[in-house]
């Protein structure tokens, strides 16, 4: 399952917050959700999410939790892709680049280096 293949921007910041805080009652998400819609349009959207496989709930004394089916890692990531493909062509060197041309600190040695390793990596690789 694409971590957020048919998501309504709603329903994405729905899982922003549940990734955030790693599980939350409805009331919660409305809460932490900029210019909410109603609780029972946020209870909604949670089922819908549910339906889609991308969270599930546990009972908690009548109160539903819910939590994503799919790690941060792998949500950060779909994210990611989905920014570079849209904003930037689909280029990784484009993307890159303005990440690293707006950067407002320096870049740390170990962090350059970590960089380089993966850039060398992906060449061998053929990416």
Same mark, same amino acid.
């Given at each position: 399952?694409?971590?957020?293949?048919?998501?309504?921007?709603?329903?994405?910041?729905?899982?922003?917050?549940?990734?955030?805080?790693?599980?939350?009652?409805?009331?919660? $998400?409305?809460?932490?959700?900029?210019?909410?819609?109603?609780?029972? @349009?946020?209870? #909604? =959207? /949670?089922?819908?999410?549910?339906?889609?496989?991308?969270?599930?709930?546990?009972?908690?004394?009548?109160?539903?939790?819910?939590?994503?089916?799919?790690?941060?890692?792998?949500?950060?990531?779909?994210?990611?892709?989905? $920014?570079?493909?849209?904003?930037?062509?689909?280029?990784?060197?484009? @993307?890159?680049? #303005? =990440? /690293?041309?707006?950067?407002?600190?320096?870049?740390?040695?170990?962090?350059?280096?970590?960089?380089?390793?993966?850039?060398?990596?992906?060449?061998?690789?053929?990416?």
């Amino acid at each position: 399952m694409s971590t957020d293949l048919h998501l309504s921007r709603r329903e994405r910041q729905i899982m922003d917050v549940l990734h955030a805080r790693g599980e939350a009652g409805a009331s919660e $998400v409305l809460e932490a959700l900029p210019d909410p819609p109603s609780y029972s @349009a946020v209870r #909604a =959207l /949670l089922r819908i999410l549910e339906e889609k496989g991308h969270i599930s709930h546990r009972d908690d004394g009548g109160r539903y939790i819910y939590r994503p089916q799919v790690s941060h890692k792998a949500a950060s990531r779909s994210a990611l892709k989905r $920014v570079v493909t849209t904003f930037f062509e689909g280029s990784v060197a484009q @993307a890159m680049a #303005a =990440l /690293l041309e707006t950067a407002d600190t320096e870049i740390p040695e170990p962090e350059v280096r970590r960089l380089r390793q993966i850039i060398d990596k992906a060449r061998k690789e053929g990416r």
